[in-house]
């Protein structure tokens, strides 16, 4: 199983952006595929982005398209959630995960935490107004 490291995280003030990153501990293989998933206090576990290993394909959560861009270095076994115009609504613990049975078929229906088997510890994004 491939064990999944956040960091980037921190206090941001609303306009402002941040980078978070995702590294992993292993060459992931072809066919798996690295989520952003973001937990406020209260709430449900909220899907953000996601990206196939493979061929890169990236998926966005509808409160975040426009505003977040998710990308992968396969050679740094890395994958980056770089978040811009940020909101206080932004607010959250943002969790990577992994899942290695990406379908792209399943994908564009949406996703949910169950789809992700491994999950790093997270990392704390705070918006100021």
């Known amino acids: 199983q491939v064990r999944l490291v956040e960091s980037g995280g921190g206090l941001v003030q609303a306009g402002g952006s941040l980078r978070l990153s995702c590294s992993a501990s292993?060459?992931?293989?072809?066919?798996?595929?690295v989520g952003w998933f973001r937990q406020a206090p209260g709430k449900e576990r909220e899907f953000v982005s996601a990206i196939s290993w493979g061929g890169g394909t990236p998926y966005y959560g509808d409160s975040v398209k426009g505003r977040f861009t998710i990308s992968r270095d396969k050679v740094k076994k890395s994958t980056y959630l770089q978040m811009n115009n940020l909101k206080p609504e932004d607010t959250a613990v943002y969790y990577c995960?992994?899942?290695?049975?990406?379908?792209?078929?399943?994908?564009?229906?949406?996703?949910?935490?169950?789809?992700?088997?491994?999950w790093g510890q997270g990392t704390q994004v705070t918006v100021s107004s």
């Open positions: 292993r060459e992931p293989l072809m066919n798996y595929a």
């Open positions: 995960a992994g899942d290695p049975y990406y379908s792209g078929t399943r994908y564009s229906k949406g996703l949910s935490p169950i789809d992700f088997d491994s």
